[in-house]
């Protein structure tokens, strides 16, 4: 029985390496973080904000309204359709559509980003409001409890800069994108070493199981 332990072992390690780089891949590349900071997106977070890379036809996953401009340094041409985030599905969405790194079109005008990260750096505390009424109850409250899609549910702080979505779009694309996942070359050579460490775990197995020849004593 002691012959076994060692691949018995070498089989445990494998697939916890093996696991480990199965759980990384899912949690960096088949489930949708926010391409600007790295944060898991939620369903709320994709109902809110949907942008789109005219370019690619790629969604633009993101999570709040900063992290949506701060993408546009990598997308320089997306159409953008995001909730209010007081009313949500209560009223129209917001249309923004932004060409070479620059905004074209915003609808209705009255739309204004709620700039918190700016105050206290979390996405945690942005907003977008569709009208002045939307921007007067966000900064009183800083979420609306019977909006069953709200991302953040908390106070803003104090001084929220309000900005046009152009006015924020210059200082947001220029802080640009922070996040860089793992490369599929990482997340790859540790799935190898699993294989590697299952193989040695294998021939183990077989040399020790092997049986043992009889040696024949002559006098």
């Not at 908390?154 to 929220?160: D, I, R, S, T």
């Not at 640009?176 to 996942?181: A, E, K, R």
């Amino acid at each position: 029985m002691k012959n076994y332990v060692l691949p018995v072992l070498l089989v445990i390690v494998a697939a916890a390496i093996m696991g480990s780089s199965g759980y990384l891949y899912f949690q960096y590349y088949a489930t949708p973080r926010c391409e600007a900071c790295g944060m898991l997106i939620t369903p709320e977070m994709d109902r809110n904000i949907i942008m789109i890379d005219v370019d690619t036809g790629q969604r633009i996953w993101t999570c709040c309204p900063g992290c949506m401009l701060r993408s546009v340094a990598a997308h320089p041409n997306v159409n953008i359709t995001a909730l209010d985030s007081w009313y949500g599905t209560s009223a129209a969405s917001i249309q923004i559509i932004i060409r070479n790194g620059s905004v074209v079109s915003v609808e209705p005008e009255t739309a204004r980003i709620l700039l918190g990260s700016k105050v206290v750096a979390s996405c945690a505390n942005n907003r977008i409001a569709i009208n002045s009424t939307s921007i007067e109850l966000l900064l009183d409250n800083g979420w609306n409890q019977d909006n069953p899609l709200a991302v953040f549910k908390n106070q803003l702080p104090e001084g929220v800069p309000v900005l046009a979505v152009s006015d924020a779009l210059v200082g947001l694309k220029a802080k640009g994108i922070s996040y860089v996942p793992p490369s599929t070359a990482f997340i790859g050579g540790i799935a190898l070493v699993g294989i590697l460490v299952l193989l040695i775990g294998f021939v183990a197995w077989r040399k020790l199981s092997a049986p043992v020849k009889a040696t024949v004593k002559t006098n």
